[in-house]
């Protein structure tokens, strides 16, 4: 297959494309709803006690971990919902593992805005 040219326009589409599936999976998974406030509320507090730059790289980094590994998870659950709806203890342990890919993404990040704002408001 002859690769295609690169043009602007395909670009844009793809992009569109892309926007409109992360639109699709905030208006219906609460897990991002979830992340994403609690996104903002880091957000808001490191504005407030102006962490470092390289804070800021810690926190928007694991902040974006967690929302990349919910959007991968919401796509296995679609998939698996559509090989089957009805109970498989296969698919049963392959949404189970991609949740616990967020629940490890997540608890990382507590971790890590744990360390970054524990001296904000424990210094000696």
């Known amino acids: 297959m002859k690769p ?20 699709a999976a905030f208006m219906t998974e609460h897990a991002l709803w979830f992340h994403s406030a609690a996104a903002l509320v880091t957000v808001a507090l490191a504005l407030y006690l102006r962490v470092t730059r390289m804070e800021w790289i810690a926190l928007i980094s694991v902040i974006a971990l967690v929302l990349i590994c919910e959007l991968i998870n919401t796509c296995v659950e ?8 009805e109970y498989d203890p296969r698919i ?13 993404a997540a608890m990382t990040s507590v971790t890590v805005g744990a360390l970054v704002f524990y001296p904000y408001f424990f210094s000696t």
Not at 4 to 23: D, E
Not at 78 to 85: E, K, N, S
Not at 92 to 97: C, L, S, V
Request: include cysteine.
């Open 92 to 104: 049963k342990r392959i949404k189970d593992t991609a949740a616990g890919v967020v629940f490890l």
């Open 78 to 85: 679609l998939i698996c919902d559509r090989i089957t709806t």
């Open 4 to 23: 295609k040219k690169f043009s602007i326009r395909s670009r844009l589409i793809a992009f569109t494309h892309a926007w409109r599936g992360m639109a």
